[in-house]
């Protein structure tokens, strides 16, 4: 049996990505009952909400669910503690080092899963007591490391002996085989779950992400430490002309705050941040969660036992 879904009680290797602002319970509910692993992505919420959306999706599913932790956010610290309190027995963490949280979880018998974006963090989350780790490469969409996911999914697989689940740039079946060839246990798929039925995003969202084609991301924010990769829209490009003329940290961050949520509450896609993954390009249609597993786990048994026939 895959060593990912037995640790944590799942019936597929596939997790939802922790959307900020997008994955709720709604997502994260769908997908876990469908047999991946949904995560409700706390982002930059305050823990009451994060508490509500736990009691939201404990309504909806029994199934194993996790909590993303973000770490740059100003509730972090909030959010880490509300995941103890409501029960979640899966965390993963992203855009920092969890390690000062890593021993409260671990004595609470939460499995913790961080993402990294190097071999270096993953030794230390390895070390530290990390049950797994989420090697993201920066097709993702979102806030990105350097390395793409074809170098880095091997390298960590070397580096570590936790279980590796594969990030960015994945979205069917091929991009399944293909990180499991690389070594991954399981994987992690943000952009397409983005257009999933369930998913309560707003339409002009979605819609932007179908038409979206292969070149339409842009990487904006290197020159804050913060890089995120979105579609390319009036915003983007007025952040990057911004950033080329050598904009304080903090101009680019004013015209950069509430992006998000412009986009996915409001459906402004023009002067919103519209966060995607590369791999948009390829997702044209919006299906249920339980067709996107399906689809994936049939036609990927498809492709490698064609590869070893
Ligand atoms: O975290 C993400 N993707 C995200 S977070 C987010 S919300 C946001 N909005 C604006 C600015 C910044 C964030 C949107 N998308 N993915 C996981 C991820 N983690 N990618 C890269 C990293 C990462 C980077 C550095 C993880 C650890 C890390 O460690 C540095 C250190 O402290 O050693």
């Known amino acids: 049996m895959n060593r990912v ?30 047999g991946g692993l949904g995560i409700i992505a706390a982002g930059n919420a305050p823990g009451e909400w994060l508490r509500k959306e736990i009691r939201a ?17 100003p509730y972090a610290e909030e959010v880490a503690n509300i995941v103890v309190e409501e029960g979640a027995s899966i ?4 855009a920092g080092d969890p390690g000062k949280y890593i021993n409260m979880w671990k004595e609470a018998g939460i499995k ?14 390895e070390k530290q007591g990390a049950d797994a780790v989420i090697a993201e490469g920066c ?35 091929r ?9 991954a ?16 995003v707003h339409e002009n969202y979605k819609q932007r992400v179908i038409k979206a084609s292969d070149i339409d991301t842009v990487v ?48 402004d896609v023009v002067n919103g941040t519209v966060m995607s993954g590369q791999i948009a390009g390829m997702v044209k249609e919006e299906q249920t969660a339980k067709e996107i597993i399906d689809d994936i786990m049939t036609e990927q048994n498809k492709r490698l036992s064609h590869i070893v026939e």
């Open 112 to 125: 913790v899963i961080p993402v990294v974006p190097s071999v270096a963090l993953a030794r230390r989350m």
């Open 5 to 34: 879904c037995e640790m944590l009680n799942i019936q597929y290797p596939i997790f939802q990505g922790a959307m900020a602002w997008i994955a709720d319970h709604a997502i994260a509910a769908a997908v876990s009952e469908a």
């Open 175 to 183: 991009g399944f085989a293909a990180t499991m060839m690389l070594g």
């Open 57 to 73: 999706l404990k309504v909806m599913t029994d199934k194993p669910f996790g909590v993303n932790i973000m770490l740059l956010s």
């Open 139 to 173: 097709e993702a969409g979102g806030h990105i490391g350097e390395l793409t996911t074809m170098v880095l999914i091997p390298q960590i697989v070397d580096a570590v002996n936790i279980p590796v689940i594969a990030a960015g740039g994945i979205a069917d079946h």
């Open 220 to 267: 904006t924010g290197r020159s804050t430490g913060h890089p995120v990769r979105a579609l390319r829209n009036k915003l983007s490009r007025e952040f990057s002309k911004l950033e080329k003329q050598g904009a304080s940290v903090e101009e680019l961050e004013v015209l950069g705050a509430g992006g998000l949520r412009a986009a996915v509450v409001d459906g």
């Open 91 to 94: 965390v993963t963490t992203g």
């Open 185 to 200: 246990d399981a994987v992690q798929i943000g952009t397409r779950f983005l257009v999933a039925k369930e998913c309560t």
